[in-house]
């Protein structure tokens, strides 16, 4: 028998939920008086244990998701945008919410949300799957997807740096600054960062974010114009670079920062901040690499939440 220990507020159902086919052979107890709440302990059959191989990391990050403390209701929301366009996110509101943020996965974009608020693509995300852990902390979040014009392949792919796609999270921004009267921030990831810095230096003081978050920013690349190579010098709004140190994708690359943060130079609030360790699985681009701060979700958004908020 192998013991493996969970740090959470205990949820017996969303364990279960989580663990799929093996719901059936673990079991899950709960031992109170516990700091951070309740410690897990799952006891696991050593045979499946090994069989499990390099799963049961993914396995464990998301039953400490689904064994949060408060899981915030979320809505499909439609806005109209351009003539004959809607965009559609999903809209979570913490009652004591101090700001609003507004979430863009990497890669396509195209998270396909349903009517019932289940995701079509992107749910393994790094912003997308630590959607809750936002709200934890305080922030208002609206997770995006891509249009109603663009919801077949590519997607947001060769659209995050036009107007168009400009002009549609201006629409949310302005949605949400109605709904809450919060300051509103862009947070983007991989390709994500791209959205983030067009949109925010095209509607310098037209509307635009509050600040900004950039977290494994697209740094070198042959087939867009990475984010240094933006007018990253005409924002006067807080930035905040967040990046893992060893981010082995090849168009994030931690040693590219530095080009970055010169273009950032006469910003009156900007700063870096890294991270070492974690889970690293897969394609060194993809969400569960050390790009997708695979690991480190809670670290991370607490750490991002706190430079807003401060």
Not at 60 to 72: D, G, I, P, Q, R
Not at 123 to 133: A, E, H, I, P, T
Request: charged residues 20%.
């Amino acid at each position: 028998m192998v013991l493996l220990f969970l740090l959470a507020c205990s949820r017996r159902g969303g364990v279960h939920r989580v663990l799929g086919k093996y719901a059936n052979i673990l079991t899950l107890e709960r031992q109170r008086g516990h700091p951070a709440g309740r410690l897990l302990v799952i006891r696991v059959p050593r045979e499946v244990f090994l069989n499990m191989g390099s799963r049961i990391s993914n396995v464990l990050v998301a039953a400490a998701f689904a064994t949060s403390a408060v899981a915030h209701p979320e809505q499909v929301i439609d806005i109209p945008t351009r003539p004959g366009v809607t965009q559609r996110f999903l809209y979570l509101a913490p009652p004591d919410a101090k700001a609003a943020v507004v979430l863009f996965s990497g890669g396509n974009g195209g998270l396909q949300i349903a009517d019932d608020g289940s995701l079509g693509g992107g749910s393994g995300n790094f912003l997308v799957r630590s959607r809750q852990l936002f709200a934890e902390q305080r922030l208002a979040v609206a997770v995006i997807d891509a249009p109603s014009d663009r919801q077949s392949p590519p997607f947001l792919g060769g659209y995050r740096q036009r107007p168009d796609h400009a002009a549609d999270v201006k629409a949310v921004i302005a949605w949400l600054r109605q709904k809450s009267a919060l300051p509103v921030w862009l947070i983007g990831t991989s390709r994500g960062t791209q959205s983030v810095a067009y949109v925010a230096t095209r509607l310098v003081d037209d509307g635009g974010p509050d600040g900004i978050v950039l977290t494994a920013t697209v740094l070198a690349d042959r087939k867009s114009r990475p984010v240094p190579d933006m007018p990253m010098d005409s924002l006067r709004i807080p930035v905040l670079v967040v990046h893992h140190e060893q981010d082995g994708c090849r168009v994030t690359l931690f040693s590219d920062v530095p080009r970055l943060m010169e273009k950032l130079a006469s910003n009156p609030r900007k700063e870096l901040m890294t991270f070492t360790g974690g889970a690293n699985q897969g394609d060194p681009c993809q969400a569960r690499a050390y790009h997708g701060f695979n690991g480190l979700e809670r670290e991370v958004v607490e750490k991002i939440a706190a430079w807003m908020l401060r």
